[in-house]
């Protein structure tokens, strides 16, 4: 008989445990309703507990709702500091049962930190807990982050040794270039720490990274040093990261693997034209200018001959071409692509006194390449055929036409023949009236000839097209983070530009970026008064950009004053 009741005896014990077990897990998944106050929770995990002690979940989360209580009643004294110390309690009881658990680790921590601010007795010291808790999970964590984010704001209280921990576990966090995570660090360090140094030391050798910081402190009007520094190294890195994408284009190229080739060769002109020369304002020279404008140079050339490659003619649809040609390349780099257009035969050959002019968009081109390659005479001659030719033009080819008249032109200036450039240049506007690249080479025609007469009235022509001195912009509000991008028209003076702006609240300055042709030449503060500096405006258009990175502004106008140049 005993032998058949010790076995029921202990089917009926493991059917008990089970139902402990499965009614403990039922209470659990109650207690966890995120909806159920405190109290309630408490109730629930409790009857839990009762039931089956031995699941750490159940003390984890009767741990977390001793805890809110405790938070819920910070001005009850009694009821406050009795909640925290079951949530203590609680959290112990958890990691006996399982000593590895982060998230245990770091809500004990969090409790004894809370503790530590009310002067209540604690039984372990909260940063221990932290440590435990960071090192048990991975760096890519928000445990982990959350650690260092704690430790960050109690930064003055921490000793070296907890600080050098502190620093381990924000730089880490950081790694992930995780913008989100960045601009809590960031605010946490302004409010408790405000020391540049240590974001140094944690920020990630990265130009997104490096950009938000910039942006943190421009919009919270901190060190403008800093910021501008922190956007030179930026700059740096994309440099580099450009001078990459180019090596990996021409192995790309060689494999002819043709469009991943124009992909890295646009990838890399994007990063450099992402650099806004923030190393000139910050006075440091991490990326060498002339290093610059040999890459870019080298993109613009690789990416021209890499398409012309892919379509096996000149036909310039995405302009690469024209952004080539208008790159100011050096005579080896002009001669390499010279080269590779001839050994695919497509310069053709050049008019003659049989054939003199059939294909303007070429000749135009070829015109492009002899300028920039001082093939002065070469030009000439063709434009002594274009006089002894009777030549129709189809409103299709004008636009050509009028490139070869002015390079004919401005040929002959530089051969000093000033009365047969004038009448190229004149020839040009009578084809395209507004052409202002003609207008002023007929204005340098008159400089040189000393018609003070007919110089005034060019002049007057080229102010016309220019626009006026002076731009209203209406008060026109820049939101904080806009851009206002304005096209300007310049006859190649030199010049002064004024912007005025202001704050929208007078109470609270705002930073102002300007941008010339994509370059930083002025930054400030919008309550200081207007942006003046001296502006290299090329001959024709300009682009120029007004950011409100502090905060809103209010734009009143931009005028220009040109210094006339000497001799003219």
Known sequence: ?????????????????????????????????????????????????????????????????????????????????????????AFLRSLRLDPGRAAVHFHLAQTLLYMSYLSLPAPLPYFEEYKRAARLTGHNTQIFFDVGKVLLGRWPDLSREEREFAVDILSRSLSGRNEGRLGEILETWRIEVLDYSLVGRILPEDAASLRTYARFLGERALSREERQAALARAERLEFLRAAGELDEGRRDAEAFRLPEASARYRTALAALGGIRRYQALAGLELVDPAEFDRLRRSALRLLAMNRVEET??????????????????????????????????????????????????????????????????????????????????????????????????????????????????????????????????????????????????????????????AIDLGGKRLGKGEILALDLAADGRPATLRIGFAPERPEGGSLVAVFLNGQVVWEGDAAAGPAVFPASLPAGRSSLEIEAVGGAVVLLSVTRESTPLSGW
């Not at 014990?13 to 995120?34: M, Y």
């Not at 050509?400 to 002015?406: A, Q």
């Not at 025609?445 to 000393?450: D, E, I, Q, T, V």
Request: charge should be negative; charged fraction near 30%; glycine fraction near 10%.
């Open 1 to 89: 008989m005993k032998t058949k009741i010790l076995p029921l005896a202990g089917l009926a014990a493991l059917v008990a445990l089970q139902g402990a077990i499965a009614w403990n897990g039922r209470l659990l998944w109650k207690g966890q309703d995120a909806a159920s106050a405190p109290g309630e929770k408490i109730r629930v995990l409790g009857r839990a507990e009762a039931v089956f002690p031995w699941n750490e979940e159940v003390a984890f989360e009767l741990g977390k709702a001793h805890f809110e209580r405790g938070s819920d009643a910070l001005s009850e004294p009694a009821e406050r500091d009795r909640s925290f110390g079951l949530a203590v309690e």
């Open 312 to 469: 096996r003619s000149l036909v310039d649809e995405d302009g690469a071409i024209a952004a080539y040609l208008a790159s100011g390349d050096d005579f080896t780099g002009l001669g390499e692509f010279e080269r590779f257009l001839k050994e695919r035969g497509l310069l053709g050959e050049g008019p003659t006194a049989a054939a003199p002019f059939k294909d303007f968009p070429t000749l135009a081109f070829r015109m492009a390449l002899d300028f920039q390659m001082n093939r002065y005479r070469d030009i000439v001659r063709v434009g002594d055929l274009l006089a002894s030719s009777s030549v129709v033009v189809a409103p299709s080819g004008r636009p050509s036409y009028v490139r070869i008249l002015r390079f004919i032109g401005e040929a002959d200036l530089k051969l000093d023949y000033i009365y047969e450039a004038e009448r190229y240049f004149r020839m040009a506007l009578g084809v395209e009236p507004e052409s202002l690249e003609a207008l002023l080479g007929l204005e340098r025609c008159y400089g040189r000839l000393s018609d003070e007469a007919k110089a005034a009235e060019v002049r007057r022509e080229i102010d016309r097209l220019i626009g006026p001195a």
